[in-house]
């Protein structure tokens, strides 16, 4: 059976999916979730719904209990996640306005527990191909049809934050090739394939980083993008939903060779 869960990123607060909707807490070892669970249905297929940042964006991308997060899913026997995020773009071809389905990231975090196995054993767990190639083929048809300007691929620096990076390490960034940056892709994504979950970025380019020096950024001009990404999102994960199938992959097993 399939069940989708959806971890919405900055501005996207609400799935405005759900039918027949209620909110439940869920009690995990690492915590309480981002906020309340809300779970409903769309289209008879179950979905399950927590905001990353929490209503109101009260947890900065450092403070996101993303454990307590990918637990909570987990255990509602979620089997496909769908997440959401606003990004930066560290390439004159990542256009503000387009969404990048990412499948690598460079991880420059320093503060975040990455693992739930954390006591007497280790987990050694395969992130050589991040996201899942199943969903992000997915979504690369659904964008092409619904005829959204998208990235199929796209490499993904993630750093702490809660500040923006400096022209400096913009820079830097640029001379590795990636591609975009944000703040939250790890650990999410790494717990999700511990747990076996498959699991896919969004990205939302909302900017370009302060590498583009005659590029001024204004904050009224990333709010009015990040709506018009937001809609995008959710017209694409509308269509996606209803053909996610309950198909073999790797992130299903993926700790079959990873536990000591």
Not at 74 to 94: D, F, N, Q, R
Not at 136 to 158: F, M, Q
Not at 227 to 238: C, D, P, Q, Y
Request: net charge neutral.
């Amino acid at each position: 059976m399939v069940k989708v869960g959806i971890i919405g990123g900055s501005g996207l607060y609400d799935s405005g999916l759900l039918e027949d909707s209620r909110q439940i807490k869920v009690n995990t070892p690492f915590g309480r979730t981002s906020d309340l669970v809300t779970v409903g249905k769309f289209k008879g297929i179950d979905l399950v719904f927590i905001p990353r940042h929490g209503k109101g964006h009260s947890f900065n991308p450092t403070e996101v209990p993303y454990r307590a997060n990918i637990w909570a899913m987990k255990e509602l026997k979620v089997t496909h996640i769908l997440a959401p995020s606003a990004v930066g773009s560290l390439k004159e071809e990542y256009r503000p306005g387009e969404l990048a389905f990412t499948d690598q990231f460079i991880d420059r975090t320093t503060k975040r527990e990455q693992t739930f196995y954390g006591g007497s054993q280790v987990c050694h767990i395969s992130i050589a191909e991040p996201g899942c190639k199943y969903l992000r083929n997915l979504l690369s048809l659904e964008a092409r049809e619904k005829n959204i300007s998208h990235k199929s691929s796209g490499t993904c620096v993630v750093i702490e934050g809660p500040r923006f990076s400096t022209r400096a390490e913009s820079n830097v960034y640029r001379t590795w090739n990636a591609d975009i940056i944000g703040m939250t892709m790890v650990p999410e994504v790494i717990l999700a394939r511990e747990a076996q979950i498959c699991y896919q970025t969004i990205a939302m380019v909302t900017d370009y980083d302060v590498w583009k020096t005659d590029h001024t950024v204004t904050l009224d001009e990333v709010i009015k993008v990040m709506g018009e990404n937001v809609s995008k999102a959710k017209t694409l994960i509308s269509g996606v939903i209803p053909k996610i199938a309950d198909v073999d992959c790797s992130c299903k097993t993926a700790l079959d060779s990873a536990l000591i």
